[in-house]
């Protein structure tokens, strides 16, 4: 905990003692008959208190994160509900596992996020275990003009050959070397893509237009870092492990 929230922390419990006292700024008056506490005294009381129960401020955090997630989850809630297809079914998301699964998981993702690469097991375990399982990823380049680039090759590859998107995703994303437009446009050949057609693909600007949707999605989500999922009607930040995820569908369930 930080010496500022400490401070804040202390401050809120003083203001709540003097207006429970009844005192306002300025004003130091008691306000009941039998009460002979001027503000000064009542802060004094309340700061001796914070002093020796200094485990109060702990209480007080958990409980302000507490309400915060709280606070997060509905608004998240409502987020997913106002904008389901383009969260669950925009027609230019890659979709690994079962196409038609009645459980889906949608992961915001940058094929230069480290985390994100380790991710990737996580998401084999899923898919793997659970043949009902649609696995949406929504291209999210947040890292530098070099995943932007990199994802822009994605976005054309994945409409010339759409039956291949998920090998390209696999091969792009589980890479060595740092993701560059050159790096993605040799998988792309690779897997069997003509040069000519994908870079031609790659001018098309509802590639950018697509990028942008995904940004505002992520800004109402709250969501400002790769990987993060979205399961059902919660937001998942971080690359938290297959056993976490695989709780939080389990708990989706009954949702989607």
């Known amino acids: 905990m930080n010496k500022a929230y400490l401070l804040s922390t202390a401050g809120a419990a003083i203001a709540f003692a003097a207006v429970t006292f009844g005192f306002t700024a300025g004003d130091t008056r008691p ?32 409980a302000l994160e507490t309400k915060q997630k709280e606070e997060q989850k509905l608004s998240a809630t409502g987020v997913i509900k106002e904008n389901k297809d383009e969260i669950f079914n925009a027609s230019y998301d890659t979709v690994v596992g079962n196409p038609k699964g009645k459980i889906t998981i949608v992961e915001f993702y940058d094929y230069n ?33 070099d995943s932007q680039k990199a994802h822009v090759v994605s976005q054309a590859f994945q409409k010339l050959m759409p039956e291949k998107a998920g090998e390209f995703h696999l091969e792009l994303l589980g890479g060595q ?22 870079r031609e693909a790659m001018k098309d600007p509802a590639i950018m237009e697509r990028f942008a949707k995904t940004y505002d999605l992520a800004n109402k989500l709250a969501i400002t870092g790769t990987p993060s999922y979205v399961i059902g009607n919660e937001v998942v930040f971080g690359a938290l492990g297959a056993d976490v995820l695989t709780e939080k569908i389990k708990a989706a369930k009954p949702t989607l």
């Open 31 to 62: 306000a009941l008959a039998d009460t002979k506490l001027d503000r000064a005294q009542v802060e004094e009381i309340v700061r001796d208190y914070l002093l020796k129960n200094p485990e109060i401020l702990l209480e007080v955090q958990d």
């Open 113 to 145: 996020c480290g985390f994100c690469k380790r991710a990737m097991t996580d998401m084999a375990e899923l898919t793997k275990a659970n043949p009902d399982l649609r696995f949406v990823l929504k291209e999210f380049p947040i890292l530098g003009p």
């Open 177 to 198: 070397t740092r993701a560059t437009e050159d790096t993605a446009i040799k998988i792309a050949l690779q897997l069997g893509a003509d040069e000519a057609k994908l």
